[in-house]
């Protein structure tokens, strides 16, 4: 199943049978990814005066529970409403799906005791390109990330000068497979995040950023079609599931 999508003056075909998926499924286990310091995810049957929600045990569906915070517990998008004391959320701030995307990979760079991912390494890998939507994958990129446990591992972030750099690229929905922008120990300041949605001037209520994707090594470098579609919780962050499809020739 084939689209053709014209962005300005140029056309793109796309396979739609072809999606790659960048997001992480959720499992109630110990072993889905997690972050800030929260408990597992758990999925179980539910139960109710000697119901128990699970073929296996009687039940005639299976009728589970499930508990788990989008910001800790895998893929998920948030739009500015993350960080502001007006309530805003991301079911109704995004309202487009397919953006034209940029895949890029990069090294986070050592500055004491962090590994951060700077202005000029965005530079580098954007080039001239403008794009929509933004992808980072960072290396190493190893598969454990999907199972990875980050409370207290410092990982690493972006910069506030490449946030605000993006936010000038015209750069709307960013996408990164670490736990979040900023650093984990921040005393609050979220710099990366502000600097994205434009906190210091009129906030870019309709950009996004999605974190915890996992881009596997198999995805080249490189433009793509980005679908991104979000579970439509009035909140603001949702569990997504980002989907590139490539670009033909």
């Given amino acids: 199943m084939k689209a053709v999508i014209k962005v300005r003056t140029k056309n793109y075909t796309i396979n739609l049978s072809e999606g790659l998926d960048i997001s992480m499924p959720l499992q109630g286990s110990e072993s889905n990814v997690n972050a800030w310091y929260v408990d597992a995810p758990v999925i179980e049957p539910h139960t109710e005066e000697g119901f128990v929600g699970a073929v296996k045990q009687g039940a005639s569906v299976n009728f589970n529970n499930i508990s788990f915070n989008p910001h800790a517990h895998g893929t998920h998008t948030e739009c500015a409403g993350h960080i502001t004391e007006e309530f805003m959320s991301i079911n109704q701030k995004l309202k487009q799906f397919f953006f034209l995307a940029e895949v890029i990979t990069i090294a986070p760079e050592k500055i004491g005791d962090d590994f951060v991912i700077s202005k000029k390494q965005l530079q580098y890998a954007l080039g001239n390109k403008k794009r929509e939507a933004l992808v980072i994958r960072t290396i190493p990129n190893l598969s454990d990330k999907i199972s990875m446990q980050y409370s207290?591992?410092?990982?690493?972030?972006?910069?506030?000068?490449?946030?605000?750099?993006?936010?000038?690229?015209g750069v709307d929905h960013l996408l990164i497979d670490l736990p979040s922008v900023d650093k984990e120990k921040d005393d609050g300041l979220l710099v990366s995040h502000r600097a994205f949605w434009n906190f210091g001037g009129k906030i870019r209520e309709n950009?996004?950023?999605?974190?915890?994707?996992?881009?596997?090594?198999?995805?080249?470098?490189?433009?793509?079609?980005?679908?991104?579609?979000v579970a439509p919780f009035e909140n603001d962050a949702s569990p997504s599931r980002p989907v590139l499809y490539k670009i033909e020739e």
């Fill in 152 to 169: 207290n591992t410092n990982p690493p972030y972006l910069l506030e000068e490449g946030a605000t750099f993006l936010k000038e690229k």
């Fill in 207 to 229: 950009a996004t950023i999605t974190e915890f994707i996992y881009v596997a090594n198999t995805i080249v470098d490189g433009s793509y079609f980005l679908n991104l579609q």
